[in-house]
């Protein structure tokens, strides 16, 4: 059965750090790029970041880049979400979700979310 797990989420003060996890099940990360997407309460769902590990390529939206950088974790089928810096505005539920080989506007497979506020 395939699965994503998100975990990593929590209550952080602006300019604060935390760093998501997404762990698979089921399926092989080589053959998947992982995208991170997050949805606040009353907005649509908003695209985060993608890695593609087959071809070595990362995507970022604009709201994120150089706070957040997603990576292969070290732990076997997981992909990490580093948000440095962040802001009231980055409180949402975060997912990550797959897609076969690159990044894609469509994706097959979706984790079921964490919580992140950012808060004083």
């Known amino acids: 059965q395939v699965q994503f797990v998100e975990s990593g989420g929590g209550k952080v003060q602006p300019g604060g750090s935390l760093r998501l996890s997404c762990a698979a099940s089921?399926?092989?990360?080589?053959?998947?790029?992982i995208g991170w997407f997050r949805q606040a309460p009353g907005k649509e769902r908003e695209g985060v970041a993608c890695i593609s590990p087959s071809i070595g390529s990362t995507v970022y939206a604009e709201s994120v880049k150089g706070r957040f950088t997603i990576s292969i974790g070290n732990a076997k089928n997981t992909v990490n979400l580093q948000m440095n810096s962040l802001k009231p505005e980055d409180t949402a539920v975060y997912y990550c979700?797959?897609?076969?080989?690159?990044?894609?506007?469509?994706?097959?497979?979706w984790g079921q979310g964490t919580q992140v506020t950012v808060s004083s």
């Open positions: 979700a797959a897609h076969a080989y690159v990044c894609s506007d469509e994706y097959d497979y």
């Open positions: 089921g399926v092989t990360l080589d053959y998947y790029a």
